[in-house]
DNA sequence: GAAAATTCGCAACTCCGCGTTGCGATAGCC
DNA sequence: GGCTATCGCAACGCGGAGTTGCGAATTTTC
């Protein structure tokens, strides 16, 4: 992020104003990325609610009508803030047991949930932005594709004998990934390891007692 | 809940106002109520972003002064519309056996979380009106309340030999919990009798298998 | 290396919701 | 029927959403 200075240009500036952010001649496509990462940090810190188009500009060292150019309007700047950094997909683990398997799946999710990168994004999936329909799309259709992305790791476990038959990979990931959200978006507790392990613990034990069977 | 009359004198009540729109000569503690009643309608419909002070009014069949008149600003207005449906508990059940109670509970749940009158509370409870120390407050306490009264249900079941001693009742709630949250939070997906039970059998099951022991 | 085409900063504007104030109207209470 | 608290109403200042016109800086192009 701070996709701005490099200042390349040997010329003195003569931009006498005291401006300690000076990201002034950052052109073209780099507005737009600075832009959109100043969207996200203002959605981690204050929310889609309090988000105001023109301290997302401040932040960014762009004028207001510099972003209106760009975004139609305050919710297409969130979206594109949002979509554009959705594009990173947890590696699926492959280490030959289930629940190794497991086990690191829950942890990377935990990790890539509380990196820095990804807070500002996923604190604003859950609250008012996901009202936006494009938002709403976008959740949806990421949860499919990780689920679809996932379900081999499922699968290659039955076929081991690991699992019974019949188990459906959605109803066993929706077990493993609650626990997380339930303390990322409701108890507001901290993430670590700890819940990862649990978390694979309890759908591990769900899961060879065959509770994930398809109905 | 509605936290007035409980006429206990013998009078008969005279409050047999069938009133959902003429709200006029409703003066005093009615207005208060229609308003607040009015917050919740919209924080389900609009959500707290977009919810709006002056919609809120005409909604209530109120003038805008009239709210500021009770309400110092907006987040005292949500917060209280929020506080104010909260009181009302889940009732704990006690049918002699882990598993029943573990499934009623379960569906008490959901039908308290499915409620219409709920609807709204738990829609901005989880929104961005959670960043409003308030009402993180009111979020921290209720689950802190709630996992507190719940507790005997699994004290007994430990003492019953039901469960593993040790078992830690918070930490089996979560599991409870957990699965319906991530179907009306992050999922969209609807709630049911059988997400409840779905979420009691994989509770159950990790709970006997000592998963749930204090660490 | 300079003109031409983009892109950006800046000021000024409209619109709308927040929150406030003063005054007149009305409802509830005795 | 009169008194008083409460409410409706109009009007205001403030700030953020978007818009527009113009000048300046930058990038591109030759």
Redesign the pocket.
Known sequence: MNAQNTDR?G?K???D?PEPPP??????????AAVLAAARQELAEAGYAA???????RR???????????W??????VTEALTEHLAASILIPDTGAFESDLRELARRMVRSITSVDEQGVTAALYSDAGRLPEIAAVRQGLFADRFRRAAPLVERAVDRGELPEGTDPALLLKSLIAPVYLRLLVLSEPLDDAVADHAADITLAAARAGLFRRT
């Open positions: 240009t010329r500036d003569r931009t104003h990201a002034r001649q950052a052109r073209g496509p780099k507005v737009q988000l105001t188009v023109e301290n997302v500009a960014a060292g762009v004028h207001k009508t510099t972003v209106y150019r760009r139609k309007d305050r919710e297409t700047l």
